[in-house]
């Protein structure tokens, strides 16, 4: 499985950008995550989709953060809005073959994305 992303750039606060994530080398719907990094702090689940369209968000973003699915495709779209700057940072996407749930936790995934920087300012 290979996960390419596309997406990101710089964005005032209070405005919105679109990350998209397309999955190759699998046919069977996948479990799909956005994770991000924050220099100097860890990596934090931000939103995951199971292949059933089940969904889970990290707290401080739901509401504003919406994943979603390209019908019967590994394509996963995070539609950012009312963007903060706390927002501020490299975005990867993620996927695995199978989880209990839509997780949010990092090692439920084996792949990864190269990363999409996101800078809100």
């Known amino acids: 499985v290979q996960l390419v992303e596309s997406g990101g750039g710089l964005v005032r606060p209070g405005g919105s950008l679109r990350l998209s994530c397309t999955a190759s080398?699998?046919?069977?719907?996948?479990?799909m995550a956005w994770f991000r990094r924050i220099p100097g702090q860890g990596r934090e689940g931000v939103a995951a989709?199971?292949?059933?369209?089940?969904?889970n968000y990290l707290e401080d973003v739901q509401g504003r953060f919406i994943i979603s699915r390209e019908n019967g495709k590994n394509i996963v779209t995070l539609e950012m809005n009312a963007l903060k700057p706390e927002d501020t940072a490299t975005y990867y996407c993620?996927?695995?073959?199978?989880?209990?749930?839509?997780?949010?936790?990092?090692?439920?995934?084996?792949?990864w994305g190269q990363g999409t920087q996101v800078t809100v300012s």
């Open positions: 080398g699998y046919t069977l719907p996948l479990y």
């Open positions: 989709i199971g292949g059933d369209g089940s969904t």
């Open positions: 993620a996927a695995d073959l199978v989880t209990d749930v839509p997780s949010l936790v990092g090692t439920q995934y084996y792949y």
